[in-house]
């Protein structure tokens, strides 16, 4: 699987060089297979989320919201990292599908608070526990030992990335 290919050197006969970006460190053979990895795996995985219907940050706003309970538009609009007008636009989409409740905020007058609605459980749950089985099948060659350490790595390393 481990593809270093040795790069001649310009003007170099029958010598090869490694190119400098190429390093046989597991560390940074890590960093180079996430770099490829990484939008491969999420056009991917988009792909088959538009197939059921979703938009990647359709889910993103409803899986907050999910995880974390009613949130303002200025707490998704900074965790998307996205313009206050996009996140009014997918909350409007949202809104207008019937998958989510705009409410008034209890103490801030400015604020709107976006709450998920009783449709979202019913109709889309459904939807994401089958795209999640899609996406599942990737990893069906690991074992659950190596599917286990996986987690457990990438909880370390978003656990690094959260401060």
Not at 58 to 68: A, D, N, P
Request: glycine share 4%.
């Amino acid at each position: 699987m481990t593809r270093i290919k040795k790069a001649q050197a310009p003007g170099a006969k029958g010598k090869s060089a490694v190119s400098p970006c190429i390093s046989t460190l597991p560390r940074h053979r890590m960093v180079e297979l996430l770099w490829s990895f990484t939008p491969a795996y999420q056009r991917w995985s988009e792909s088959l989320l538009v197939e059921k219907g979703l938009s990647p940050q359709r889910l993103r706003i409803l899986g907050s919201i999910h995880e974390r309970g009613p949130r303002i538009m200025s707490d998704l609009k900074n965790e998307l990292g996205v313009t206050a007008t996009n996140v009014t636009a997918l909350v409007d989409s949202l809104e207008k599908d019937g998958l989510v409740v705009r409410t008034r905020h209890p103490t801030d007058r400015r604020a709107t608070v976006i709450e998920l609605s009783d449709k979202v459980m019913t109709e889309l749950s459904p939807r994401c526990t089958e795209y999640k089985e899609q996406v599942a099948e990737l990893f069906s060659d690991l074992s659950d030992n190596e599917c286990k350490a996986f987690v457990k790595t990438l909880e370390k390393l978003w656990s690094r990335l959260q401060g």
